[in-house]
């Protein structure tokens, strides 16, 4: 398989060094047509950072570093190990509510 090409933000950038995994950096000129055109055939809506592997491309570097963990064993793995931990990551920045029956801390 072809090392994946990337289009890329600082923290996807760290992702690959410390995986060791070899890919090919390319950066786009969006003031040309046909690098915009490349860019939404990947990303209907336009999100960068994007990862090509094969047949799958992704856009949003949480995703890709995820993606990389998943399947690159060197890869460092974002957040807590533990479903639950993980779980409590995902949920910052949503609608902090307490669940009904509890109060809220602080």
């Given at each position: 398989m072809a090392p994946p090409a990337v289009v890329l933000s600082g923290k996807v950038l760290i992702a690959l060094y410390e995986s060791?995994?070899?890919?090919?950096?390319?950066?786009?000129?969006?003031?040309?047509?046909?690098?915009?055109?490349?860019?939404?055939?990947?990303?209907?809506?336009?999100?960068?950072?994007?990862?090509?592997?094969?047949?799958?491309?992704?856009?949003?570097?949480?995703?890709?570093?995820?993606?990389?963990?998943?399947?690159h064993p060197a890869a460092p793995r974002p957040g807590p190990r533990r479903p639950r931990g993980r779980a409590g990551c995902a949920n910052v920045g949503s609608d902090r509510r307490p669940a009904p029956g509890r109060a809220a801390a602080g």
């Open positions: 060791g995994l070899d890919f090919d950096r390319r950066q786009l000129d969006l003031s040309r047509a046909d690098e915009r055109a490349a860019l939404a055939q990947l990303s209907p809506m336009g999100k960068m950072p994007m990862l090509v592997a094969g047949d799958r491309a992704l856009a949003e570097s949480s995703v890709i570093i995820e993606w990389l963990a998943i399947h």
